[in-house]
């Protein structure tokens, strides 16, 4: 909904208050301003003038050579292409030194040998769009009435000196799809007085009734319909001041009978119809429902089949309009209209959407319907319509209307009490403050002790309920004068617990580190049900299976990622990185519901990386899959809890996997599938992971510590021990780890050799010790002492000796 700053002061008054500042009261109080346009920002030094004199110019066939008075000492020459430009015309004159939209500035020029002086304007160039320019004017400039003022600022003629609010409206606030609706929101927002418009009656001592009649077969459709007789209307331009206003609002005008429906459609938010009388067909409006098959030609010139399901205004025998959408091409007031039948109705929303939807015509008339118009102001809508008829198109209103109205729509009446409100409010308002808020909504307020009993006008169709009248005291107090207080109990709504917060960082871990989220059936076949479990429990199986496929409840997630993993592998996807949190489900003696418990799988397989330009190719291997549960657990502050050790799990690799303990328990596992079971899947090397997100998720973890950069440097010796086969280098690099004492910051492994000089059954492992004191420089003396105490635990704990 376009609302005009300046028309909206004809309702109630805005002093003191500008357009911006308006817009942001507005929103506050529940309907939101999405913007407000200033229609001349920008523009300056465009006047009216008169064309005093039009020639052909000497060296152009298609250009004008003008003298024009724009109000100064003498006439200026200006150069015009527009083949509408004539002598005794009043227009848009851009002079020099005007700037126009798009920052275009008007200079003195010469075209084709003759000075311009200025421009004449078309409305396009002004800055209005296309689709609102008349059809007069489409082509051409723009011509004002004669009696525009010769000199005087043309924007402010125009309208463009005024500012356009453009209210983002919901479904429920139909009410403020008119002029009057936004003017009683905000005379309630700044406590002000809504001025409706005067309407007077001036009418012949003709009746309408002797000209037309009203029958309305459709009476739940269409409970109210009355039709007035206006005679010896003169067709021409409505005026501009008319014209402007539509044209903000983003209507474009077309003449003045149908520029004034569409003018009460803006003010009242009541759609309105004119038909002309002479071309009707009939003396008799009957209203129905359409026969099937039945066509009409609209005002589109689009021919359409109707069905019983659409509404259709008839002369008796043939539809002259779908009601509520589209008029018909027949009956439409032109040029030559001398009598017309002016409509105005209250149509059922979901039969004029039905309309609309069928047949793809959405028009401001069938969004108003559909939504809800007001039915008091049907009748004073249309007698508004008539006066300005009479006014600005020189008809005669006949005596009365032919109506049909066994409209009963009442008021609602709600009551509620002041503690309800400050008891859903959070607020402590007194019963004055919210007698007043209803007060300015210009509801009916009957007051019994701290009961309200609230009469709701019928513009107001959103309010039904308690909790409506709640919203309106709410917005209208102000969000912002609401308290703010925190919610008081064991379980905060909204808050992560503990677990739910480290699920929600594990699955970011896994995503950042390159595995994508996979969900898959927590349903098994019994021969997949316990493969690769991490407990050796029983599984459970279904009452009433769909398939043997999907017959036990599972025991482990990677059977299912493995067959992703053969899924996504036969349709040539063979680098993939899967992840996924689910639950695993185990049979229990004492209860009939299985125990759940949550973990964490991931299947891996070919490529890592691969950067064919610089011709590098990682294929997945064992530590690939370690690095990403490494950066899990150091996500969750359990790096230095966890341990591996080599282990044989069935339809695993016996080299190439180990179990994961976290403080000594088994809580997962990692390694490569077995070549056998990856040959049966026919898939390629894989390698998995399964841990017990319960266990990670309830280990306590240290608090944070710091330290600080050390300040002095640190020394390294490098170490390469023979030891037998079957020692692990986990082990040793534990005993250096313990030997080291203090001064050992850092112990890693960099070198394995098992080759032909090596003695049977032995191999050398290399490690790299880091030694650092952060207080001081540390001694040769220092190093080795604490060196050799390194060397003499691996001997004595591992049988280690030094390679030679």
Not at 360 to 367: C, F
Not at 442 to 466: A, H, Q, S, W, Y
Not at 492 to 503: E, S, W
Not at 641 to 655: F, K, L, T
Request: charged residues 30%; negative net charge.
């Amino acid at each position: 909904m376009f609302v005009s700053y300046k028309w909206l002061q004809d309702y109630v008054d805005l002093s003191g208050i500008n357009a911006t500042e308006l817009a942001d009261k507005i929103t506050k109080s529940g309907i939101e301003v999405e913007g407000v346009e200033k229609k001349s920002e920008g523009l300056k030094g465009v006047v009216i003038g008169h064309v005093i004199e039009r020639e052909q110019h000497p060296n152009a066939d298609k250009l004008n050579k003008c003298q024009v008075d724009i109000g100064a000492e003498n006439p200026v020459q200006i150069i015009c292409g527009a083949p509408n430009v004539d002598k005794g015309q009043k227009v848009a004159v851009a002079t020099v030194g005007a700037v126009l939209p798009g920052n275009f500035k008007i200079k003195k020029a010469k075209l084709r040998g003759e000075e311009s002086h200025g421009m004449i304007c078309s409305l396009q160039e002004l800055g209005f769009e296309s689709k609102l320019v008349s059809k007069d004017y489409a082509t051409g400039i723009f011509v004002f009435p004669d009696d525009v003022e010769v000199g005087k600022d043309a924007l402010e003629e125009l309208g463009l000196s005024d500012e356009v609010l453009e209210l983002g409206l919901t479904p429920n606030r139909s009410d403020a799809l008119s002029m009057l609706g936004v003017a009683y929101e905000v005379g309630a927002i700044l406590g002000r007085e809504v001025k409706w418009p005067v309407v007077e009656k001036e009418e012949s001592t003709e009746k309408a009734t002797d000209y037309i009649s009203v029958k309305v077969e459709a009476k739940e459709d269409n409970p109210v319909y009355i039709a007035k007789i206006i005679k010896d209307v003169k067709i021409g331009p409505s005026p501009l001041w008319m014209q402007t206003r539509l044209m903000s609002a983003g209507i474009r005008p077309h003449n003045n009978v149908v520029d004034i429906t569409n003018y009460i459609l803006l003010e009242y938010g009541q759609p309105l119809h004119a038909f002309d009388y002479d071309r009707f067909g009939s003396k008799e409006i009957v209203v129905r429902r359409a026969k099937d098959a039945e066509k009409i030609v609209t005002l589109d010139e689009a021919e359409r089949t109707l069905t019983p399901a659409h509404l259709v205004i008839t002369n008796g025998s043939e539809p002259v309009a779908i009601a509520g959408v589209m008029g018909g091409a027949d009956s439409e007031v032109k040029n030559d209209t001398t009598n017309i039948i002016l409509e105005s109705a209250y149509f059922a929303g979901t039969v004029v959407r039905k309309a609309s939807k069928d047949h793809g015509l959405r028009s401001e008339a069938s969004a108003r319907f559909e939504k809800g118009v007001d039915p008091a102001r049907v009748r004073e809508a249309g007698e508004r319509a008539a006066q300005l008829i009479a006014r600005y198109a020189g008809g005669t209103v006949l005596q009365g209307t032919a109506e049909v109205d066994e409209l009963t729509m009442e008021p609602a009446v709600i009551s509620i009490t002041l503690e309800k409100i400050n008891k859903l409010l959070g607020t402590d308002m007194t019963v004055t403050e919210v007698e007043s808020i209803f007060n300015r909504l210009k509801f009916g307020v009957d007051l019994d002790n701290e009961t309200f009993t609230i009469t709701v006008p019928t513009r107001r169709g959103d309010i039904t309920i308690e909790a409506d009248l709640v919203e309106e005291a709410a917005r209208l107090y102000g969000y912002d004068n609401i308290p703010t207080t925190l919610p008081i109990g064991a379980a905060i709504p909204g808050h992560l617990t503990d677990y739910q917060m480290k699920r929600r960082k594990a699955r970011r871990t896994l995503e950042g580190a390159g595995l994508y989220q996979a969900v898959t059936y927590s349903l098994t076949s019994e021969e997949k049900a316990s493969q690769f479990a991490l407990e050796a429990r029983e599984s459970i199986g279904l009452a009433m299976p769909i398939s043997e496929e999907r017959s036990q409840l599972r025991l482990s997630i990677v059977p299912q990622l493995l067959e992703v993993v053969k899924y996504n592998n036969a349709r040539q996807l063979d680098s993939l990185a899967l992840y996924e949190i689910g639950s695993v489900f185990f049979k229990t003696e004492d209860q009939e519901l299985p125990e759940e418990k949550e973990h964490i799988a991931g299947a891996i397989t070919g490529l890592w990386e691969s950067h064919p330009w610089q011709g590098e190719k990682k294929p997945v291997d064992f530590f690939v899959a370690k690095g990403v549960i490494e950066a899990l657990f150091d996500t969750l502050g359990l790096a230095d809890q966890i341990s591996y050790r080599q282990a044989q799990i069935n339809d695993m690799h016996p080299g190439r996997t180990a179990e994961v303990l976290l403080n000594g328990d088994v809580i997962g596992f990692i390694g490569q599938v077995h070549p056998t079971v990856q040959k049966d899947l026919d898939i390629k090397e894989t390698y998995i992971f399964e841990l017990s997100l319960k266990a990670l998720a309830e280990a306590e973890v240290a608090p944070i510590a710091y330290e600080t950069i050390p300040r002095y440097p640190s020394t390294t010796r490098d170490i390469a021990l023979v030891v037998d086969q079957a020692t692990k280098a986990g082990d040793i690099q534990n005993i250096i780890g313990e030997a080291g004492g203090k001064l050992l910051k850092e112990v890693t492994i960099f070198d394995l050799y098992e080759g032909e000089r090596m003695e049977e059954g032995k191999k050398s492992i290399a490690y790299s010790l880091k030694y650092y004191d952060p207080e001081r420089t540390l001694t040769d003396e220092d190093i080795t002492k604490a060196h050799e105490k390194v060397l003499e635990a691996v001997k004595e704990k591992a049988g280690a000796e030094l390679r030679g």
